[in-house]
């Protein structure tokens, strides 16, 4: 398998990220680990090799990235309101140095129509699921598996403001209207995949799931909602099924 690793700074968190591409051809995906995790975990916990078909026969590019949740929405002894100020470092990190990175692995050009996938799997998937909102022109496509949607609930304390709504989807999803949302419409697809089993009810991750995707077909977004089995944990072994079953209808 074609892998291509670099470290990329940023001024924004006086920091560099690590960013690991797989493969050589095909739609790029932009893919977000668990909970303060590294670029390395997607491949190390199977999630590469669920779909190295895909990724083998040119249909698809997985740019894995590292996360900032330690210094942003983990960092429990701060407010939210400034945990959601320090996720814009990491923002503009993607946003200014992955974003471009993967462009120029491209060719120095995307395909206008399907852009960039993002892809993530529990805190992972809330960060899929906020940027493609963010910045559906970029993120046409987000792929979200076992997330919680809500950053309120992570043990969350402080005085709310600007920061955190902009930065969480179920708060402004509940208020999107007029021509952007209209261009949402036309432009964003979003698949939020969740099991029923051990975990997902305990990170709030089920409960989530449903509300967005019924917030999302309030507002008229394109969407699907696919729930697995009672059997179906928040762990690595059911999103490497998930992202085997899903993944190759969008490449």
């Not at 924004?12 to 977000?32: C, K, N, Q, T």
């Not at 470092?89 to 140095?97: A, G, P």
């Not at 709504?165 to 999107?176: E, G, Q, R, S, T």
């Not at 690595?236 to 079953?245: F, G, K, T």
Request: glycine share 10%.
């Amino acid at each position: 398998m074609d892998e291509r690793s670099a470290r990329l700074y940023s001024r924004a968190m006086d920091a560099s990220g690590e960013v690991i591409r797989y493969g050589h051809w095909g739609r790029p995906v932009l893919v977000f680990p668990s909970e303060q995790g590294q670029a390395g975990d997607f491949a190390s916990n199977g999630m590469v090799g669920a779909v190295a078909s895909l990724v083998d026969g040119g249909r698809v590019k997985l740019y894995s990235v590292d996360a900032y949740d330690a210094a942003s929405w983990s960092a429990r002894d701060i407010p939210l309101e400034e945990r959601a100020r320090r996720h814009g470092r990491y923002e503009s990190w993607i946003l200014d140095q992955v974003v471009p990175f993967v462009v120029d692995d491209c060719g120095g050009a995307l395909d206008a129509a399907t852009g960039i996938a993002t892809l993530g799997v529990s805190l992972g998937a809330f960060h899929a699921l906020n940027f493609a909102l963010r910045r559906a022109d970029l993120f046409p496509l987000a792929l979200c598996l076992s997330g919680n949607y809500d950053a309120t609930s992570w043990h969350g304390w402080g005085q709310r403001g600007d920061a955190l709504y902009f930065n969480n989807p179920n708060d402004y999803v509940a208020h999107l209207d007029g021509d952007h949302l209209e261009w949402l419409r036309g432009r964003l697809s979003v698949l939020l995949v969740c099991g029923q089993g051990q975990w997902e009810d305990t990170t709030g991750a089920l409960d989530s799931t449903r509300r967005m995707a019924a917030m999302l077909s309030d507002k008229g977004i394109r969407h699907e909602l696919d729930l697995w089995g009672f059997d179906v944990p928040h762990d690595w072994p059911s999103w490497r099924a998930q992202l085997a079953h899903h993944l190759p209808r969008f490449c």
